[in-house]
């Protein structure tokens, strides 16, 4: 099982960014996908999530409007569209999933939001 986030950067406050996870190595279009993030000295805090299917999908609450998380099966991505970045939306990203009751995680994206 391979995850590979991409998309991270500086932005500006207000600005928005697209973060990608490349999936590898299990069948994609079957399982459950997340998003998590971790600020500096904070505890890693789950971001939103997505169906196998991609029909329903699951934010914390102050991302909420903001993010938008999808996924294309047919590429083996998901994908998480940021806008109206904060501050406070620092973190480095990690794109998650759960096989047979293990965790699996990518390497994380650096997100900086900053003027």
């Known amino acids: 099982v391979q995850l590979v986030e991409s998309g991270g950067g500086l932005v500006q406050p207000g600005g928005s960014l697209r973060l990608s996870c490349a999936a590898s190595g299990f069948t994609f279009s079957n399982y459950h996908m997340n998003w998590y993030r971790q600020a500096p000295g904070k505890e890693r805090e789950l971001v939103a999530d997505i169906t196998s299917g991609g029909g329903s999908t699951n934010y914390a609450d102050s991302m909420k409007g903001r993010f938008t998380i999808s996924r294309d099966n047919a590429k083996n991505r998901v994908y998480l569209q940021m806008n109206s970045l904060k501050p406070e939306d620092t973190a480095v990203y990690f794109c998650?999933?759960?096989?047979?009751?293990?965790?699996?995680w990518g390497q994380g994206t650096q997100v900086t939001v900053s003027s």
């Open positions: 998650n999933t759960k096989i047979w009751g293990r965790a699996y």
